[in-house]
């Protein structure tokens, strides 16, 4: 079975800073998905970014970049300038591509951006 | 199209009692997921449908738990005799079953609280 591991429950980082977030996983699979989501408070769920396992050119959007290690099994996630808004909690995904597309979670990180 | 939304926002109930919570997805989306998410944990798959055929149900979906998508367009989860663990965020999200793999659209979530 595939497991998702957050190990980071809290952290902080100053406006316009850079942080990040930390993602391990394991699986025996060789193709699969891994994402980031943002939960803001009291709002919905945000994608934020994906990488396919087999690519191994690091996804980037915009101020989001992620480092994806696959012998490693780790997918981290950076944020650059870092802004107020990004305050939210951050989870990584896993998503085993086999037709059902669903997710395991790993337990989140809260990140609070502070001014 | 507003997005995937989700009614009631937040449930209060007694335990023993019965609860609805009612998901209306993006209309063009023939994929449904329903997630459960409990406090200081990720988002745990529950179940979810193609158009109104049910194709996969957790073990976390007890037999006090129903969920139907009647001609496939909105969806309900219903918990019958509530307990105290059911207490957590009920997440919907949808996608088209051919792009699913890119992610999901997820709801804004009911929040039962049952005491």
């Known amino acids: 079975a595939q497991t998702v591991t957050q190990s980071q429950p809290e952290m902080s980082v100053q406006e316009a800073e850079t942080v990040t977030l930390s993602c391990t996983y394991d699986?025996?699979?060789?193709?699969?998905?891994l994402f980031w989501y943002k939960q803001p408070p009291s709002r919905q769920m945000i994608l934020v970014i994906r990488q396919e396992a087999y690519k191994q050119q690091n996804a980037t959007e915009n101020r989001f970049s992620v480092n994806f290690q696959k012998a490693a099994k780790s997918f981290s996630l950076k944020i650059s300038d870092s802004q107020l808004g990004d305050t939210a909690m951050y989870f990584c995904a896993f998503m085993n591509p086999s037709g059902t597309y669903k997710y395991i979670f790993g337990t989140g990180t809260r990140l609070k951006v502070l001014a | 199209d507003t997005g995937v939304s989700q009614n009631p926002r937040h449930k209060i109930t007694k335990r023993g009692q019965n609860v609805t919570f009612r998901c209306d997805p993006i209309s063009e989306h023939n994929r449904l997921y329903w997630y459960r998410q409990t406090l200081g944990q990720g988002p745990e798959f529950l179940t979810y449908f193609q158009n109104e055929a049910q194709l996969e149900k957790s073990r976390l979906l007890s037999d006090r738990f129903s969920a139907e998508r009647p001609k496939g367009s909105f969806s309900t989860l219903e918990i019958q005799r509530t307990e105290q663990g059911d207490s957590a965020m009920y997440l919907c999200?949808?996608?088209?079953?051919?792009?699913?793999?890119?992610?999901?659209?997820f709801g804004s979530g009911t929040r039962l609280t049952v005491v």
């Open positions: 999200a949808s996608s088209l079953a051919a792009t699913g793999g890119y992610g999901y659209t």
């Open positions: 699986t025996s699979e060789n193709n699969y998905y």
